[in-house]
């Protein structure tokens, strides 16, 4: 492998994925692999290093050779999850997602779970201890300055994406996928000004503004990571 290129590792599993038996349990199935799929699609399959796969029932995870695609990936698949069920806010279901930033020294043959490198190292043991923090998001970097930016910015797009109503993630879900507002206007039989309102509310601007940012410190590892070796 390449000692100076960047990977993204997306670990994740479904909080309250519990609750749900029989064929509520099959759909949430279907939406992950429906998230998967449109991943695939709005990222370019050229950015894909190793496909999303579902593992232990409701986790997940897949390998992004363009890492400053990492966060839109989490972002689309949070938004597909909770788009899935109408329930109470205090009751929706969610994705705890670790995205780790880092080299890669063996990639996948068959399965994801035979990876290793730093963007292992830096997502999957992380994703367990977000079971005791309450987190949904954590972005790790080889970067510490990065990384402290970064649990701030993470807090706070959890906090936007913890108030989504089911019709707002789905405005945010066809926004990422490049649908215009007049677009989803006639998908969802609404005005236009309905679709602006609804990602207004959803926070839609703060994302874009969380999302360049990222971009900008991932870029800026990419170009001048250089990692020690012992």
């Known amino acids: 492998m390449d000692s100076s290129k960047l990977f993204a590792v997306i670990t994740g599993d479904v909080a309250g994925s ?9 759909q949430l199935l279907n939406e992950i692999h429906h998230a998967f799929s ?34 839109r990936a989490a972002i689309v698949i949070r938004a597909s999850i909770r788009k899935a069920f109408p ?42 201890k977000m079971n005791q923090t309450k987190s949904f998001l954590s972005i790790i970097t ?7 930016e970064l649990q701030v910015e993470g807090a706070l797009l959890d906090t936007i994406i913890a108030r989504w109503t089911p019709a707002q ?3 945010v879900f066809e ?29 839609m601007p ?4 969380m999302e360049n940012r990222f971009i900008e410190l991932i870029e800026n590892e990419t170009q001048h990571y250089n990692p020690v070796r012992l």
């Open 18 to 26: 519990r609750r749900l038996e029989g064929d509520q349990r099959r």
């Open 38 to 71: 449109n991943v695939d699609e709005i990222l370019g399959k050229e950015a894909i290093a190793f496909p999303f796969e579902i593992f232990r029932g409701d986790s997940f995870q897949g390998v992004l050779q363009n890492p400053v695609l990492s966060l």
């Open 87 to 128: 329930t109470t806010l205090k009751d929706a279901f969610d994705a705890r997602i670790a995205i780790g930033i880092g080299t890669i020294d063996l990639l996948p043959g068959q399965h994801g779970g035979e990876g290793d490198g730093e963007a292992y190292r830096n997502s999957g043991p992380y994703l367990d």
């Open 142 to 148: 080889p970067v510490e300055e990065h990384n402290r």
């Open 169 to 171: 993630a789905e405005a």
């Open 175 to 203: 926004y990422f996928k490049g649908k215009t507002q007049e677009e989803m206007a006639e998908r969802f039989n609404i005005s236009q000004p309905g679709i602006r309102k609804r990602l207004l509310s959803a926070n």
């Open 206 to 209: 703060a994302i874009q503004m």
